[in-house]
């Protein structure tokens, strides 16, 4: 049996008890599964990084890569043994994001359902929060 473990940071706030704040990410048990069948065939590797780059019309679009360490910066969620680092310019866009991986006939990909965002372009590589 899997225990589901998120992090979550935790924030004092003055006369009041301490409030839990929103999971940066979560992972579908899609993504969780896809991430693994990834790092077995990598094993010097600990996780995958999240980031954003400028691209296309809006302005940004997320990007995945292998990672050997945490950074600096980086904010680590931690889900059914799977590590994903979020990159510290990536932190406030990803707030409250989840992550699928989805396959059909023509593709396979991973998905970030994101609430925070306001639109899209046409082309489909960036989005504008």
Not at 81 to 93: C, D, N, P, S, Y
């Amino acid at each position: 049996m899997s225990a589901s473990l998120v992090r979550a940071t935790v924030r004092a706030v003055s006369k009041r008890k301490l409030q839990p704040t929103r999971a940066a990410l979560t992972l579908t048990p899609s993504a969780v599964n896809k991430i693994k069948q990834l790092l077995k065939d990598k094993p010097e590797n600990v996780g995958l990084k999240v980031g954003v780059r400028t691209r296309g019309c809006n302005g940004l679009s997320y990007t995945l890569e292998y990672t050997k360490t945490k950074g600096e910066s980086d904010e680590e969620v931690v889900q059914d043994g799977i590590r994903v680092f979020i990159e510290k310019k990536a932190q406030l866009t990803l707030l409250g994001t989840e992550m699928d991986y989805v396959e059909d006939k023509l593709s396979s990909e991973f998905v970030f359902n994101n609430p925070n965002i306001k639109g899209t372009c046409g082309c489909g590589e960036s989005f504008n929060i």
